[in-house]
């Protein structure tokens, strides 16, 4: 990954085509020099001016600790607008890298209560889905994205947090066909009205409401 921040025109480009369906989010670098914090920051607000309503971290790849490496980021997107949601890509344990946990993430949403957070790839796995729904079932500012996790994950995530704080993902182009990411949702025991706020009204609402 490159210092700084990523070009986004590329995002900028494919929300034009239909600027109603989509919604801009900023993959953003919270681990700068403090020298180019000030010039990186501004990169960040350009583009919320440009429409961006929302925050990406990736956990892993730039290896952050949440909430200290996050802390100005938060506050930052706070000052800006209440309402913008910051999405983290959960990222486990692994030899490179301590991970962040349950814990880490109840920690941030109990010093942010208005902040709304979307943990990405939330039931990557049935142990990671169970921790998860059992440790954050309280903070109703929390919620919970589908995309590369098992269905039944997914299933357990609705059963202990319920249906209107879980929210459709892809990862794509990344990772797996769309069609199978839709299909995990198709195939739960879930009403089609549950389904269609899994979908896209919940995520709708967190954004415009």
Same mark, same amino acid.
């Given at each position: ?105 109840? !920690?941030? &949403? ?29 903070? !109703? ?17 609705? !059963? ?11 990862? &794509? ?37």
């Amino acid at each position: 990954m490159p210092e700084g921040q990523l070009d986004h025109q590329d995002v900028i480009n494919v929300s034009n085509k239909d600027p109603e369906r989509f919604y801009k989010f900023f993959w953003f670098n919270p681990k700068i020099k403090p020298e180019d914090e000030d010039s990186n920051y501004k990169v960040l607000e350009n583009h919320f001016d440009l429409g961006f309503c929302g925050v990406k971290i990736h956990s892993g790849i730039h290896l952050i600790k949440i909430p200290r490496d996050i802390i100005k980021l938060v506050t930052f997107m706070q000052d800006y607008n209440k309402k913008f949601p910051l999405f983290i890509h959960f990222t486990p344990k692994f030899s490179a890298f301590g991970g962040i946990s349950s814990k880490d993430i109840a !920690k941030l &949403a109990k010093n942010f209560p208005n902040l709304r957070i979307i943990i990405g790839h939330a039931a990557l796995a049935m142990e990671f889905a169970i921790d998860l729904g059992l440790s954050l079932k309280q903070y !109703k500012n929390v919620f919970f994205e589908t995309s590369c996790s098992i269905p039944y994950g997914i299933l357990s995530l609705i !059963k202990m947090v319920g249906h209107k704080r879980v929210l459709f993902g892809t990862d &794509a182009p990344v990772t797996n066909p769309i069609k199978l990411e839709i299909d995990k949702i198709l195939c739960l025991p879930i009403s089609d009205d549950q389904k269609q706020d899994v979908f896209f009204n919940n995520i709708d609402g967190i954004i415009r409401n």
